[in-house]
């Protein structure tokens, strides 16, 4: 059973960091489309940052480009998004998504949104 679970989501002042991790289970990582995307209040979802499973080539919204990191430890089999100079439009609900069909992203381009499995959220709120 595909299962992703996201962690460290917590309250944040503006210009913080936090790191989000998203541990799978029930299948491996490494052969699949990942990404974060993120629901705030009153928005629509938004694609934050994809990893790719055809050229590993990872891809960021304008918005957090610079700011965000996405990697993966194949080892423990868990996603992560490293958030820097958090701002307070970066609040929102933060998922993780996997795919198994092959992916490419092009240049500020991540529906993660729209890939096969997701996890609970985690949430995220920039605050002072």
């Known amino acids: 059973q595909v299962q992703l679970v996201e962690s460290g989501g917590d309250l944040v002042q503006p210009g913080g960091s936090l790191r989000l991790s998203c541990a799978a289970s029930g299948f491996t990582l490494n052969s699949y489309a990942l990404g974060w995307f993120r629901q705030a209040p009153g928005k629509q979802r938004e694609g934050v940052s994809c990893i790719g499973n055809i050229d590993r080539a990872t891809s960021y919204v304008q918005s957090v480009e610079g700011r965000f990191t996405i990697s993966r430890d194949n080892v423990k089999n868990t996603l992560y998004l490293q958030m820097t100079s958090l701002k307070p439009e970066d609040t929102a609900v933060y998922f993780c998504?996997?795919?198994?069909?092959?992916?490419?992203?092009?240049?500020?381009?991540?529906?993660?949104?729209?890939?096969?499995?997701r996890g609970q959220g985690t949430r995220v709120t920039v605050a002072s």
């Open positions: 998504a996997a795919d198994p069909r092959r992916m490419r992203f092009g240049l500020n381009t991540c529906p993660a949104w729209s890939f096969t499995f």
